[in-house]
C-alpha cells in the first residue's frame, strides 16, 4: 500500500530536549517536505527537499533542521525545542512539488 | 517570495447551494495551483489542481478557474452536501523553479442541511 508514514504520532516533551520526527514513504517520490499546521494559520512549508542530500528552506526553518540522506526517509529534527513550536506537524511526498500525498501528523506538544 | 492569500476564512452555505473560494498569488513565477480538503481530524488531500496553462478545469461538482493576468484562481462547489463540510486550502508553487509550495490560510466550509 502507497503509504506516507510519520513517528511519533504524538509527543509532548520539555523545552531543550532534542526530538526527531520520522517521515517515511514508499513511493519512490523525489520531493518530501514538512509543514506545521496551526489554527489560522494554515499550512506551513518548513523544509523541502528535491532529492537526496538536496534541501531547502521553506517559510518557517527556524529551530529545524532536515536531512535527506536516503530517498524515501525525511526526518525532522528540532534540536532545542520552545513551547513555541508546539504545532500539528506533517510529512508529504510528491513526484516534483505537485500532488503532495500527507502522513497523518504528529502533534507536537513542548512544555 | 510567493504570497497566497485565501479568502473567506469561513463560508457557510445551505444543502443544494454553490460554494466559491477564491485565492491570489503574487508571484507571476507560479504555474501550478492545487486545491486541498482537510476534513476533522485527518490529513489533507489534493481534491483538484490546476496549470497555468488551463484556464478552467472540473472534475464531477468541483471546479477551478484561473485568471492569470489578475493572478488568482478560484474553487467552485456546487450541489454542496453535507459531507463536503471541511477545511479547504488553495496553495501555489513554480514547478521548475524554486519548487517551493505555499499555502493559503484555509477555509473552512460548513454545509447546512
Known amino acids: 500500500e502507497a503509504q506516507v508514514t510519520q513517528n511519533p504520532r504524538y509527543l509532548i516533551t520539555v523545552t531543550g530536549k532534542k526530538l526527531t520526527v520520522t517521515c517515511s514513504q514508499n513511493m519512490n517520490h523525489e520531493y518530501m517536505s514538512w509543514y506545521r499546521q496551526d489554527p489560522g494559520l494554515g499550512l506551513r512549508q518548513i523544509y523541502y527537499s528535491m532529492n537526496v542530500e538536496v534541501t531547502d528552506k521553506g517559510d518557517v526553518p527556524e529551530g529545524y533542521k532536515v536531512s535527506r540522506k536516503e530517498k524515501r526517509n525525511f526526518p525532522l529534527i528540532l534540536e532545542s525545542p520552545s513551547p513555541n513550536q508546539t504545532s500539528l506537524y506533517f510529512c508529504a511526498s510528491s513526484l516534483r512539488a505537485d500532488t503532495q500525498y500527507f502522513g497523518p501528523g504528529t502533534r507536537l506538544t513542548v512544555l | 517570495g510567493e504570497n497566497v492569500e485565501q479568502h473567506p476564512s469561513t463560508l457557510s452555505v445551505q444543502e443544494g447551494d454553490s460554494a466559491v473560494i477564491k485565492c491570489t498569488y503574487s508571484?507571476?513565477?507560479?504555474?501550478?495551483f492545487p486545491w486541498y480538503k482537510q476534513e476533522l481530524g485527518k490529513r489533507p488531500q489534493l481534491i483538484i489542481d490546476i496549470r497555468s496553462n488551463v484556464g478552467e478545469k472540473k472534475d464531477q461538482r468541483i471546479a477551478v478557474t484561473l485568471n492569470k493576468t489578475a493572478k488568482h484562481f478560484s474553487l467552485h462547489i456546487t450541489e454542496t452536501q453535507p459531507e463536503d463540510s471541511a477545511v479547504y486550502f488553495c496553495?501555489?508553487?513554480?514547478?521548475?523553479?524554486?519548487?517551493?509550495?505555499?499555502f493559503g490560510k484555509g477555509t473552512k466550509l460548513t454545509v447546512n442541511p
Open positions: 496553495a501555489a508553487s513554480n514547478q521548475g523553479g524554486s519548487e517551493k509550495l505555499v
Open positions: 508571484d507571476s513565477a507560479s504555474n501550478y
